[in-house]
């Protein structure tokens, strides 16, 4: 089709030089072959139905072939690259970027989600307390610690009272060699010690620990913090050193940045004797949905349809809902439904298909061209939700379709030769109401005189199937 309108053109040019032009003949086709020049390298792409290609949707449904095929060598074993995952926040940390890729590639993500943060991050057995020392004990089987010590491995000291380091003959741990007691010796204050490990923000971990009371008969509390979980209070029964019976307390944070401090002190009313822990364990849960590629905003011709996509990092399964705002931009936002969508004056507007996917499909059905509306995505998944950017589409106005076989006035369904020789003819005898489509100063509107640029428009139009 674009071959024929070309050598229409040339043909109708070279016959009609002598007529009356603001442009002469030569140049009018001088000027429309840098037209074509450059809008046939994106013929072929602009002719195809979606208008707004749809990008890769990243919801676990990918296989891992085809996504190391996409990601390319940064990939391969199905490893999941960096870029893959990025956020608006930047790329997420290396656990959390684990478990999601894990999801991503279809793998098992069981393996990502059950480490150890604090052993991934500082050590194996820092959890435990067994990294650090040396050991030197200041009691029987204890070495106490005083606020700033680091000494264990991965952990840091507060409070005013300080805490103390037990070993297992002396004090039975629930992993490996050595628990920790929250509380010192100075009486009416608090022990407390703390670990900080990598995070990402909106994501939601799981804290678990062991202890028990650390006096026979005696059950002391304890306060533990991270993130949104402030001093979430413990208390386990008390318990004789030597065959001390742990009790296994668990909590969910979810994390507001990029670190997040885990922090465990004892209640200030205890005596000499805190609360005894160990076997301190971080996993992540799961992670609130974020967009990865947001919808972008486009056109497109009358009768074409246009895809708005949305992808996603997070935890599947995530569940999606087009909105657009029927009474304008700037007012309420309503749910798209697969069909008919009216405006809020009844009137039919848009034909929608796949508006709880991760890829709408829009056609405007008002006949008329401009902007048709904003748009935009909720996804929400088991962790919490998120909405997209706001994306506009365009009805391009003016459609090429102007004649009918055999010079028939008036569109007929498709763009032919006959659409061609009506425009040349009327721009050839001045026929403002059918040539003068646009101006220099206003396109796509008529400015009051035939030039160039409204020849322009036009091919760019017939080319692009409008």
Request: glycine content about 12%; some cysteine; hydrophobic content about 40%.
């Amino acid at each position: 089709m674009v071959t024929q309108a070309i050598e229409m053109i040339a043909k109708l040019l070279s016959a009609n030089t002598h007529r009356p032009m603001q442009v002469s003949g030569v140049k009018t086709l001088l000027l429309i072959g840098r037209v074509v020049t450059g809008v046939l390298r994106t013929a072929t792409r602009a002719l195809q139905v979606p208008i707004i290609a749809p990008h890769v949707l990243l919801t676990g449904r990918e296989s891992p072939m085809a996504m190391r095929q996409r990601l390319g060598a940064g990939a391969r074993d199905a490893k999941c690259a960096e870029s893959s995952v990025r956020t608006p926040r930047g790329l997420l940390s290396p656990m959390v970027r684990g478990a999601v890729c894990a999801v991503l590639l279809g793998t098992s993500a069981g393996n990502a989600m059950a480490q150890n943060i604090i052993d991934s991050t500082h050590g194996s057995g820092a959890g435990s307390f067994e990294l650090g020392g040396p050991f030197i004990p200041t009691g029987f089987d204890f070495m106490r610690f005083v606020t700033g010590s680091t000494t264990i491995t991965g952990w840091t000291v507060g409070g005013a009272s300080g805490v103390d380091w037990l070993r297992n003959s002396g004090h039975r741990a629930a992993a490996g060699t050595y628990s920790l007691d929250l509380k010192g010796t100075v009486a009416g204050a608090f022990g407390e010690i703390s670990t900080t490990i990598p995070t990402n923000p909106g994501c939601v971990y799981r804290l678990r620990f062991k202890a028990y009371g650390g006096g026979i008969s005696i059950s002391n509390s304890g306060l533990v913090s991270a993130a949104n979980l402030i001093n979430a209070p413990f208390q386990p029964p008390g318990q004789s050193p030597p065959v001390a019976v742990y009790q296994d307390f668990q909590f969910a944070f979810t994390a507001l940045a990029t670190t997040t401090t885990i922090r465990f002190r004892s209640d200030v009313s205890s005596d000499s004797f805190g609360p005894i822990i160990d076997d301190v364990i971080v996993t992540i849960l799961g992670c609130n949905p974020v967009v990865v590629t947001q919808p972008s905003s486009g056109s497109a011709c009358p009768a074409d349809s246009a895809v708005f996509t949305v992808s996603m990092a997070g935890s599947v399964p995530f569940n999606y809902q087009w909105q657009w705002q029927p009474a304008g931009t700037g007012t309420a936002w309503v749910a798209l439904a697969n069909g008919t969508n009216n405006n809020n004056l009844g009137t039919p507007v848009l034909s929608v298909s796949a508006a709880t996917t991760a890829a709408v499909t829009i056609r405007s059905i008002s006949g008329v061209g401009g902007l048709v509306g904003n748009f935009r995505c909720i996804v929400t998944n088991p962790w919490g939700n998120v909405t997209s950017n706001e994306a506009t589409l365009t009805i391009r106005a003016g459609a090429s379709d102007i004649a009918g076989a055999g010079g028939v006035v008036g569109p007929d369904g498709e763009l032919t030769a006959d659409d061609i020789i009506r425009f040349i003819n009327a721009f050839t005898v001045n026929n403002m109401s059918v040539a003068d489509i646009t101006g220099p100063a206003t396109p796509g509107t008529p400015d009051g005189e035939l030039t160039a640029d409204d020849i322009i428009l036009f091919i760019s139009r017939f080319i692009t199937g409008c």
